[in-house]
């Protein structure tokens, strides 16, 4: 007789007490050190991030570590608090390196032996901001895509060859470097100032996000992980960060409608709020639903992820392939709906679809996820 079969967990997409608290915090410390003046002004400067920002809130809130367990030197919390505070950068669109730092970097580095010095360390520094690292693919790469690495290494560790669109690359002190090695893939440490690494920089879309082409010539790196190991380690990574890419997408939207909302309560035509007008309400109205269906999407992933569930692959492709296109139609009908002040740069609504757009083919495309989705229930060709 067949034994029964389990009845699936059921995802917990609500926020908890620490949750929120940890909102409070990074939501109060954008408010004050990332409002969308200072942004703009940032975006204006050489500099691809406010080092001040990101050290109070990678080391004073200490959201550099929460993927990190205690015994590494991290807060041990789980994807659900990352996708926290991933939605208040999102709302913010601050540039700061959590998601290729934190979340990818870090991801990476847990699926190597962490036992490891040459591992252990590395996790530490990211853990408390003393170091940010980014794992060397370019940021269109999806879960799954990863492929054929496009860097060769010797048997000495010397690495060769060309990695284009890189997020955060040229701030980057750690470079974890997807390689062919003599006995297979490998994921090697590389120092990013040593010799042979050189960075060029380009001009993105999204200025909040710097990109930059990574080029190797003989660079040494040290070996991390090999073999499988190391391609389920840079593939989880990628899960993981499309995953909580999702909540950034999120916090986009919701800032996206309640400017626009509040906007359009305080614009007056014809003597009346323009809010009022039918033909607007119908609209934010569908955007409302359309960003409560994204944070339960978002949520999902975020909870499959923490929980380790089986399904998680498949809740990534869902919340990418929903998420994404929900963004950047909030950040359109948020510059619409502002009329010509929206469309001026000094109206930070520029910033929001701008991220919205790059982060639609971050991680992965919607019809790239799609098609995932489709195969992973089953369904065949989308």
Not at 38 to 62: F, H, K, N, Q
Request: hydrophobic share 50%.
């Amino acid at each position: 007789m067949t034994a029964p079969v389990p009845p699936a967990t059921e995802p917990d997409l609500l926020y908890s007490a620490d949750e929120e608290a940890l909102r409070d915090a990074v939501r109060a410390l954008l408010a004050d050190r990332s409002d969308p003046a200072t942004v703009l002004a940032g975006l204006e400067s050489a500099l691809p991030y406010d080092r001040d920002l990101w050290c109070a809130l990678a080391t004073g809130i200490g959201t550099a570590g929460l993927l990190v367990p205690e015994k590494l030197g991290g807060a041990g919390a789980s994807a659900r608090e990352a996708a926290v505070v991933l939605e208040e950068l999102g709302r913010s669109v601050a540039p700061a390196p959590y998601l290729t730092s934190a979340v990818i970097a870090v991801t990476a580095l847990l699926g190597c032996d962490v036992d490891r010095a040459d591992v252990a360390g590395p996790l530490a520094a990211l853990a408390d901001g003393r170091t940010l690292g980014v794992l060397a693919l370019p940021l269109t790469t999806a879960p799954g895509g990863a492929g054929e690495p496009a860097v060769r290494a010797d048997a000495d560790g010397a690495l060769t060859g060309r990695v284009t669109s890189v997020a955060d690359a040229a701030a980057a002190e750690l470079l974890l470097v997807w390689a062919q090695g003599p006995h297979g893939p490998a994921v090697y440490a590389v120092e990013a100032p040593a010799d042979g690494v050189r960075t060029e920089a380009v001009t993105p879309l999204d200025l909040t996000r710097p990109l930059a082409h990574l080029a190797l010539d003989g660079a040494r790196g040290s070996v991390l992980a090999t073999g499988d190991r190391a391609r389920e380690a840079v593939e989880r990574a990628l899960l993981t960060g499309a995953g909580l890419l999702a909540s950034e997408q999120l916090g986009i939207a919701e800032w996206c409608l309640a400017e626009t909302v509040r906007h359009t309560t305080q614009r007056t035509q014809f003597g009346r709020p323009v809010g009022s007008f039918q033909a607007l309400k119908h609209r934010m109205a569908a955007l409302w639903l359309e960003v409560a269906s994204a944070r339960a999407a978002a949520r999902n992933a975020a909870d499959a992820l923490a929980s380790g569930s089986p399904d998680a692959p498949l809740a990534v492709a869902v919340a990418q392939a929903y998420c994404a296109p929900v963004a950047v139609r909030a950040a359109e009908e948020c510059i619409q709906l502002h009329g010509g002040i929206g469309m001026t740069w000094e109206h930070p609504a520029h910033l929001f679809l701008k991220r919205a757009k790059a982060d639609q083919l971050a991680l992965g495309a919607p019809g790239r996820h799609r098609a995932a989705l489709a195969e992973l229930a089953g369904l065949g060709a989308p």
